[in-house]
């Protein structure tokens, strides 16, 4: 195996010979750290979101509407947000790292499942025009979640088909 085919995809570039070759460089490293400040501001993100949710859960508690079933769905709501924001952290970290690509697109898939569970959990029919359009928009999310499912599914049987072959 030569060193070209050791070196993962998007690894460190040659020696900057030319002009073009030294803005690539740089470009490389520029997004390097844009990478890493936007990991950080995911970071800071999470940490308000869950002093945020501590904040409310604190103030239903004292307000006494703690059990109203719409007061809990807005916990798990913003909950669900937090894990979006813990998967998204993680699909910025994946890339940093230079990551396998099978890795992020795992990531992508499970924030896909995330965010499509808290839109199921959070759905209102009262906030549609019409039934037509509620009953539309149920369909959607219930076509998008079957699909996110069956990728997962997909995904989980070929990472182990290969360990059960040898």
């Not at 007061?71 to 979006?84: E, H, Q, S």
């Not at 699909?91 to 890795?103: G, L, W």
């Not at 995330?114 to 219930?142: C, D, H, N, P, W």
């Amino acid at each position: 195996m030569d060193d070209e085919e050791s070196d993962p995809v998007g690894g460190p570039l040659p020696a900057a010979e030319t002009f073009d070759d030294r803005v690539l460089a740089f470009s490389e490293t520029a997004i390097r750290y844009v990478e890493v400040v936007a990991a950080l501001v995911l970071v800071l993100l999470f940490a308000i979101g869950v002093f945020d949710l501590g904040l409310q859960i604190f103030q239903s508690a004292l307000r006494g509407d703690i059990t109203d079933p719409l007061v809990v769905v807005g916990f798990i709501d913003t909950a669900l947000l937090l894990f979006i924001i813990v998967e998204v952290y993680q699909t910025v970290v994946a890339y940093t790292q230079e990551s396998e690509t099978r890795r992020i697109v795992r990531l992508v898939i499970y924030t896909g499942v995330i965010a499509m569970v808290r839109k199921a959990i959070i759905f209102r029919t009262g906030e549609y025009a019409s039934e037509q359009a509620a009953l539309l928009a149920a369909a959607a999310y219930t076509l998008i979640i079957l699909g996110l499912a069956t990728l997962l599914l997909v995904e989980r049987r070929t990472r182990e088909a290969p360990s059960e072959s040898r």
